[in-house]
Nanobody, 129 residues
Framework: VQLQASGGGLVQSGGSLRLSCAASGITLDDYAIGWFRQVPGKGREGVSCISSSDGSTYYSESVRGRFTISRDNAKNTVFLQMNSLKPEDTAVYYC???????????????????????WGKGTQVTVSS
């Protein structure tokens, strides 16, 4: 299984970027998949995830209304459209797949973003003020 994230870069505050995560060895729409981010010295944060069963989505409070997750099943790719970017969005962004058809219960975060088994290499997003 390989997940390849791309689309990161340097953008000014208020700008937009679109991240892509292309998968091989796994069919993305069979499993929950999501985007996470991490800054040095902090833990990994779940940004947005999408369910395989009903397509429902989760967004963290910090990105809700600005970011949109979507899938292109024909291309086996998941996207993260990021608008109105802020300097605090600066991080390395990772895509991940749960890789098993297991339904989690509990918080919305755990239901959508829990139990990710397969991780791609990250892509750096830098937002300048």
């Amino acid at each position: 299984v390989q997940l390849q994230a791309s689309g990161g870069g340097l953008v000014q505050s208020g700008g937009s970027l679109r991240l892509s995560c292309a998968a091989s060895g796994i069919t993305l729409d069979d499993y929950a998949i999501g985007w996470f981010r991490q800054v040095p010295g902090k833990g990994r944060e779940g940004v947005s995830c999408i369910s395989s069963s009903d397509g429902s989505t989760y967004y963290s409070e910090s990105v809700r209304g600005r970011f949109t997750i979507s899938r292109d099943n024909a291309k086996n790719t998941v996207f993260l459209q990021m608008n109105s970017l802020k300097p605090e969005d600066t991080a390395v962004y990772y895509c991940a797949s749960r890789g098993v058809r297991h339904r989690y219960s509990g918080t919305q975060y755990y239901i959508h973003c829990g139990g990710m088994r397969y991780w791609g290499k990250g892509t750096q997003v830098t937002v300048s003020s």
